[in-house]
C-alpha cells in the first residue's frame, strides 16, 4: 500500500488546481483535490467551467469568465504560498493568456498542464483558437505536460499514435513545443500493457506499466497530472536533477493502485472513477 510522503523539510505544501468542475467528483477538480490530499499536500482550486457530466458522459459546458478567473487566481495568490499548480481544462485563448499572466507575475516552483482538450467520446473541448492557445500560450510555461495520445495529436495536428514506434517518433515534436519534461501517455494503446514514454532534458525512457481490467477510468487523465504536482510540490527545495523523474514515477505508482482499487467504488452506471484514497479506506 502506498501511503504519502512527508516533504524533507516537514513543510506541508499547497498545491493549486486550475480546472473545470465535475459534479459526479471523479474528474476535474473535485478529482484533484481528492488527489491532493490522498498525496498529503493542501489543494487549492480556481474554477475554469461549470460543467454538466456524469460517469456516463458531458452534457454542457459552462466557461467561466475570464475577468473571474483572474479575480479567483490573484485572490488567492495575495494569500496563499502556492508549492505547484497543475493546470487543466481551458476553454478559450482568453483564459490561456489570463492564466498564463496571472502565473508568470507570480511564478510557482512547478507549473504541470494537464492538456484535456478531447473527451473520452472522442468530441474536441476547445475551439481552434483555444488549441493554439494551449500550444503556444501555455505548454512553454509548463515544467510537465501529460497529453494522452488524442491530445498529442491535437497539439500536434497530427494522427494519434497506434503504436510504440509512432510514440517514440512523436515525442520530439512535443518536446519542441517548450516543456522540459512530457508524458506521453499510452492508455490508448491496445494490448495488456500501456507504457508512458517520457521525455526529460537528459534523454527519454519507457516507464512500463501493465493494463488495469477495470471500466473506471473516468478522471484518470486528472488524477496523474494532478499527482504529479503533488509530488513535485513534495520535493525539497535542493532537488536533485532526475528528482521530478521520481515524482513522476511515485505519481504513476499512486495512480496504477487507484485503478486497481477502483472495483471498490459504485459510483454512476458509466465508468466509475478511480479510487483517490484507496490507501485509507
Given at each position: 500500500?502506498?501511503?504519502?510522503?512527508?516533504?524533507?523539510?516537514?513543510?506541508?505544501?499547497?498545491?493549486?488546481?486550475?480546472?473545470?468542475?465535475?459534479?459526479?467528483?471523479?474528474?476535474?477538480?473535485?478529482?484533484?483535490?481528492?488527489?491532493?490530499?490522498?498525496?498529503?499536500?493542501?489543494?487549492t482550486n480556481v474554477?475554469?467551467?461549470?460543467?454538466?457530466?456524469?460517469?456516463?458522459?458531458?452534457?454542457?459546458?459552462?466557461?467561466?469568465?475570464?475577468?473571474?478567473?483572474?479575480?479567483?487566481?490573484?485572490?488567492?495568490?495575495?494569500?496563499?504560498?502556492?508549492?505547484?499548480?497543475?493546470?487543466?481544462?481551458?476553454?478559450?485563448?482568453?483564459?490561456?493568456?489570463?492564466?498564463?499572466?496571472?502565473?508568470?507575475?507570480?511564478?510557482?516552483?512547478?507549473?504541470?498542464?494537464?492538456?484535456?482538450?478531447?473527451a473520452k467520446s472522442?468530441?474536441?473541448?476547445?475551439?481552434?483558437?483555444?488549441?493554439?492557445?494551449?500550444?503556444?500560450?501555455?505548454?512553454?510555461?509548463?515544467?510537465?505536460?501529460?497529453?494522452?495520445?488524442?491530445?498529442?495529436?491535437?497539439?500536434?495536428?497530427?494522427?494519434?499514435?497506434?503504436?510504440?514506434?509512432?510514440?517514440?517518433?512523436?515525442?520530439?515534436?512535443?518536446?519542441?513545443?517548450?516543456?522540459?519534461?512530457?508524458?506521453?501517455?499510452?492508455?490508448?494503446?491496445?494490448?495488456?500493457?500501456?507504457?508512458?514514454?517520457?521525455?526529460?532534458?537528459?534523454?527519454?525512457?519507457?516507464?512500463?506499466?501493465?493494463?488495469?481490467?477495470?471500466?473506471?477510468?473516468?478522471?484518470?487523465?486528472?488524477?496523474?497530472?494532478?499527482?504529479?504536482?503533488?509530488?513535485?510540490?513534495?520535493?525539497?527545495?535542493?532537488?536533485?536533477?532526475?528528482?521530478?523523474?521520481?515524482?513522476?514515477?511515485?505519481?504513476?505508482?499512486?495512480?496504477?493502485?487507484?485503478?486497481?482499487?477502483?472495483?471498490?467504488?459504485?459510483?454512476?452506471?458509466?465508468?466509475?472513477?478511480?479510487?483517490?484514497?484507496?490507501?485509507?479506506?
Amino acid at each position: 500500500m502506498l501511503t504519502p510522503s512527508r516533504p524533507a523539510d516537514a513543510r506541508l505544501r499547497n498545491v493549486l488546481t486550475i480546472a473545470g468542475s465535475d459534479p459526479s467528483g471523479g474528474a476535474g477538480l473535485q478529482g484533484d483535490l481528492k488527489t491532493f490530499s490522498s498525496l498529503g499536500v493542501y489543494g487549492t482550486n480556481v474554477i475554469t467551467a461549470v460543467i454538466a457530466q456524469n460517469t456516463c458522459g458531458v452534457a454542457s459546458v459552462y466557461p467561466v469568465s475570464p475577468q473571474a478567473i483572474r479575480e479567483q487566481l490573484e485572490h488567492l495568490l495575495n494569500d496563499v504560498t502556492i508549492d505547484a499548480v497543475k493546470i487543466g481544462m481551458v476553454a478559450s485563448r482568453d483564459v490561456a493568456e489570463v492564466i498564463a499572466d496571472v502565473l508568470r507575475q507570480r511564478r510557482p516552483r512547478w507549473i504541470v498542464l494537464d492538456p484535456v482538450m478531447v473527451a473520452k467520446s472522442g468530441d474536441i473541448l476547445v475551439d481552434n483558437a483555444g488549441i493554439r492557445a494551449v500550444r503556444e500560450v501555455l505548454v512553454p510555461l509548463a515544467d510537465v505536460i501529460t497529453p494522452n495520445l488524442p491530445e498529442a495529436a491535437v497539439l500536434l495536428d497530427a494522427p494519434a499514435p497506434t503504436s510504440l514506434d509512432e510514440m517514440e517518433a512523436l515525442l520530439p515534436k512535443l518536446v519542441a513545443l517548450g516543456a522540459p519534461f512530457v508524458v506521453l501517455k499510452g492508455g490508448h494503446l491496445r494490448g495488456d500493457t500501456c507504457p508512458d514514454l517520457l521525455a526529460t532534458p537528459s534523454g527519454q525512457q519507457w516507464l512500463p506499466a501493465s493494463r488495469i481490467a477495470t471500466e473506471n477510468l473516468h478522471g484518470t487523465g486528472c488524477a496523474l497530472s494532478s499527482a504529479i504536482a503533488a509530488c513535485l510540490a513534495k520535493l525539497p527545495d535542493a532537488a536533485e536533477e532526475d528528482a521530478p523523474e521520481q515524482a513522476i514515477t511515485e505519481a504513476k505508482q499512486w495512480l496504477h493502485s487507484a485503478l486497481a482499487a477502483s472495483h471498490r467504488l459504485t459510483v454512476g452506471k458509466g465508468r466509475g472513477p478511480v479510487h483517490h484514497f484507496h490507501a485509507w479506506w
